[in-house]
């Protein structure tokens, strides 16, 4: 079994850059997190986003719920 992350950017992928909440959404860490917890699973990342959820959209959700269920 494979197991398929779509990432979005967010709370995980956030680089911060100073103490004032400045910040950029970097690359997915799901494959670092998933390393550190030694999983014993096939996984695949597809990064659609790289948006922090607050500033998520109607469309960007509804991009999300499509990309979720193609095969």
């Known amino acids: 079994?494979?197991?398929?992350?779509?990432?979005?950017?967010?709370?995980?992928?956030?680089?911060?850059?100073?103490?004032?909440?400045?910040?950029?959404?970097?690359?997915?860490?799901?494959?670092?997190?998933?390393?550190?917890?030694?999983?014993?699973?096939e996984f695949v990342i597809e990064a659609l986003l790289r948006k922090d959820s607050l500033k998520m959209t109607d469309e960007d959700r509804a991009l999300v719920r499509k990309q979720a269920f193609l095969p």
């Open 1 to 41: 079994m494979q197991i398929r992350v779509i990432t979005v950017g967010g709370t995980i992928d956030k680089v911060y850059f100073d103490d004032l909440s400045n910040y950029d959404v970097g690359e997915p860490q799901v494959q670092a997190v998933f390393q550190e917890a030694n999983v014993a699973f």
